[in-house]
């Protein structure tokens, strides 16, 4: 049987619908979040499908794991507080419509409960006394609302074509470039671990960057906590790499 890779069990945004459309500036920026928010998935099921197959003994392996979680944790935070704070206020600038955004910002608050939950246990656990099963069930509890919203937002951003389309692009390169000022050794090795280059055909280039970038990441930023990126699902390349601690078949899906 082949092994499990990261694309479940949440399930990933095809963008095969819209991202050939260039009519207007909402395909652009719906397709970029629907791969920012890929990326967010896999690292989700990373943590999942690993969680319960650590060496229990191994508390360097262990700490490494938690280290790579308040990662993904740091990365979600902070990407979702970028959003309330310069993208939703400048698309409801942009559309004159006063709380156009305000769904996804519900939504946000739906999931975050569970998540401090999970982000306080990934930086407060010693490692002698972590408990794999306790951290699946932390990812559980907040998963679905988690997914649902990663999902949901892509259509929100489809539906801004009746607004200005350079205006709309204008708003998401100011967004990308607030996510891109960040931790480059905590987020940086992330972000290129949890990207698909092959993903949909190999249609998408993304993150897009110049040659050298993913030579930067490994080798530069990624040194300072090499033993977490050993959880990434993709090289800093980009290429798919087997999970380093994957489940059995029969414990791969939802607990």
């Known amino acids: 049987m082949a092994p499990r890779w990261a694309d479940s069990p949440y399930t990933l945004i095809s963008t095969k619908a819209f991202s050939s459309d260039t009519s207007h500036s909402a395909n652009y920026v719906a397709t970029q979040m ?6 967010m998935l896999r690292g989700l099921n990373s943590i999942y499908l690993q969680a319960a197959t650590l060496p229990a003994k191994d508390h360097t392996v262990i700490k490494d794991f938690l280290t790579y979680c308040q990662c993904w944790s740091e990365s979600m935070h902070h990407h979702h507080d970028a959003e309330e704070a310069e993208f939703f206020p400048s698309i409801e600038k942009i559309s004159g419509v006063k709380g156009l955004m305000e769904k996804n910002v519900e939504q946000h608050r739906a999931f975050t409960p569970g998540f401090e939950a999970f982000q306080k246990y990934a930086e407060t656990c010693p490692p002698a006394e972590y408990d794999g099963q306790r951290m699946r069930k932390l990812v559980e509890d907040f998963a679905e609302p988690l997914s649902k919203h990663l999902h949901d ?3 929100t951003l489809l539906a801004l074509k009746e607004y200005d389309s350079v ?6 390169k100011r967004f990308e470039k607030i996510l891109m000022n960040t931790d480059n050794y905590r987020i940086a090795p992330l972000v290129f671990g949890t990207a698909d280059r092959h993903f949909e055909g190999a249609i998408h280039d993304f993150p897009s960057v110049p040659f050298f970038v993913p030579y930067v990441i490994h080798y530069i930023f990624g040194s300072k906590y090499r033993g977490a990126w050993r959880f990434n699902p993709c090289t800093a390349w980009r290429d798919r790499k087997e999970l380093a601690f ?3 078949p029969s414990a791969a899906g939802h607990a």
């Open 167 to 172: 205006e709309i692009r204008k708003a998401y």
């Open 34 to 39: 629907a791969l920012a928010h890929n990326g």
């Open 246 to 248: 994957p489940p059995p």
């Open 153 to 155: 937002e892509i259509e």
